[in-house]
């Protein structure tokens, strides 16, 4: 059984930092690629960041515009866990992150340059709530 779950939420006063991590089980890390998504209230579901299962090969990693610089995705093979690490946050970073994982980082890669989401990641976290407020 795929599951991923993601943890780390929680309210951060602009400017401030938080880590996201995720943790995967039931399928291998040297298969799959790894992206962090986030909805906003009222809005689309976006990419944010992606990791591939071979960076060595794929390159990366990769981040939406508007989170380049400030984030910054790793992953832990051994562990299977996935962390997204947000310094300088703002008030528009306010979203559910979600964590998912597919075998194409190609799915994944694409939805960073995308408004909506084109094509659904074969597996999906359950999110976790990030608040930027003072």
């Known amino acids: 059984q795929v599951q991923l779950v993601e943890s780390g939420g929680g309210l951060v006063h602009p400017g401030g930092s938080l880590t996201l991590s995720c943790a995967v089980s039931g399928i291998s890390s040297d298969t799959y690629s790894i992206g962090w998504f986030r909805q906003a209230p009222g809005k689309e579901r976006e990419g944010v960041s992606c990791?591939?299962?071979?960076?060595?090969?794929?390159?990366?990693?990769f981040y939406r515009e508007s989170v380049e610089g400030r984030f910054t995705i790793s992953r832990d093979k051994v562990k299977n866990m996935v962390y997204l690490q947000m310094t300088n946050r703002k008030p528009e970073d306010t979203a559910v992150y979600y964590c998912?994982?597919?075998?194409?980082?190609?799915?994944?890669?694409?939805?960073?340059?995308?408004?909506?989401?084109?094509?659904?990641?074969?597996?999906w976290g359950q999110g976790t709530l990030v608040t930027v407020s003072s």
């Open positions: 998912a994982a597919d075998k194409l980082l190609a799915v994944m890669y694409r939805e960073l340059h995308t408004d909506r989401i084109i094509r659904q990641p074969g597996y």
């Open positions: 990791i591939s299962s071979d960076e060595n090969r794929d390159g990366g990693p």
